[in-house]
């Protein structure tokens, strides 16, 4: 049996044109998505973001450090909380942003951060096992997961949603330039970059490690 699709060829048998990619890419991705991730979580009703703390980096002078709670609701009073932090480089920006959604690991450290502030860029990391475990064994008892028991989407399709909520923060803030974010990640957070990025536009560049 050829299950081998026509990329250039819509669902309906009609032939694609560069207008009609952006059709085609998402019945694309709708096939791949479902059948190689479970799917992704579903969108928020609502997401508030709530300024932790702002302090200044000692050791790089005119660097702003700052942390936020993205508080993301859905329907019947369900919640829950991810924290992202930035490291500001001295200016008015806006900023280009480097997201590293690895914040669970300790390799995104003092050495990357400089080195991408050199460059003018914002630093952004947020913990994605804040929204599922990385805990093959458990995560199905953690973030999304207590919210939706039943889900069929896989961690790493919590991760990349973890992502898309940042990139909802990251867009509202004055020093952020929003048309200008990268994000990374390494082993399996590198997985989860390039979910996030093949599923959020606003994303644009994708760098995985």
């Known amino acids: 049996m ?3 699709p026509d990329l250039l060829t819509h669902q309906d048998g009609s032939p694609i044109t560069p207008e009609s990619w952006s059709q085609r890419r998402k019945e694309l991705g709708d096939i791949i998505i479902d059948h190689q991730f479970g799917g992704m979580p579903p969108e928020p009703d609502s997401i508030d973001i ?3 703390a702002s302090s200044n980096v000692r050791h790089w002078p005119g660097v702003q450090y700052n942390t936020y709670e993205i508080r993301v609701s859905f329907t019947q009073n369900q919640v829950i909380t991810l924290t992202l ?3 500001i480089p001295p200016g008015d920006g806006p900023f280009p942003v480097l997201l590293d959604a690895d ?3 300790r390799y995104f450290n003092d050495d990357v951060i400089s080195k991408i502030l050199a460059r003018g860029n914002i630093a952004a990391s947020v913990d994605r ?3 599922a475990a990385d805990n093959k064994t458990e995560y199905r008892n953690t973030g ?3 919210l939706f028991p039943d889900a069929k989407f896989g961690g790493c399709s919590a ?3 973890a992502i898309h909520r940042c990139i909802d923060a990251l867009t509202t803030f004055p020093k952020v330039t929003s048309d200008a974010i ?3 990640g390494h082993s399996r957070g590198g997985k989860t970059a390039l979910l996030a990025g093949a599923t959020d536009e606003r994303i644009a560049i994708t760098n995985p490690n």
């Open 129 to 131: 096992t804040e929204a």
């Open 85 to 87: 932090s930035l490291w």
């Open 159 to 161: 991760w990349a949603w």
């Open 50 to 52: 709530i300024q932790r």
């Open 2 to 4: 050829n299950i081998t």
């Open 103 to 105: 914040g669970c690991w």
């Open 182 to 184: 990268a994000i990374t």
């Open 144 to 146: 999304l997961y207590r």
